[in-house]
Nanobody, 118 residues
């Protein structure tokens, strides 16, 4: 079955860094655009970053632009999110998502908690 397994979340201090990873299996990873979303308590889930199928183009929300970097490895079937200069408002559950828009197929990971606090 299609599966996305996330890791790398945890507790960090403001200004610190974390690297989130998502390992995909059970589907043709290279044909899916990948993205990271996050959801804070009481808020809607929001797009954080996205990357095209071959990794040649990325996009970021205004709130994380310049601080976060999304990347993918189509050999290892992984997508990563490097998060630098973390702020308390980055605290949320982070989810990876796979999209194949042509066929209307979407897969979600289970989420990993990121907490930025002193």
């Amino acid at each position: 079955q299609a599966q996305l397994v996330e890791s790398g979340g945890g507790l960090v201090q403001p200004g610190g860094s974390l690297r989130l990873s998502c390992i995909a299996s059970g589907f043709a990873f290279r044909r899916y655009a990948m993205s990271w979303y996050r959801q804070a308590p009481g808020k809607e889930r929001e797009l954080v970053a996205g990357v095209t199928t071959d990794g040649d183009s990325t996009n970021y929300s205004d709130s994380v632009k310049g601080r976060f970097t999304i990347s993918r490895d189509n050999v290892k079937n992984t997508v990563n999110l490097q998060m630098n200069s973390l702020k308390p408002e980055d605290t949320a559950v982070y989810y990876c998502k796979a999209d194949r828009s042509l066929f209307g197929i979407t897969y979600w990971g289970q989420g990993t908690q990121v907490t930025v606090s002193s």
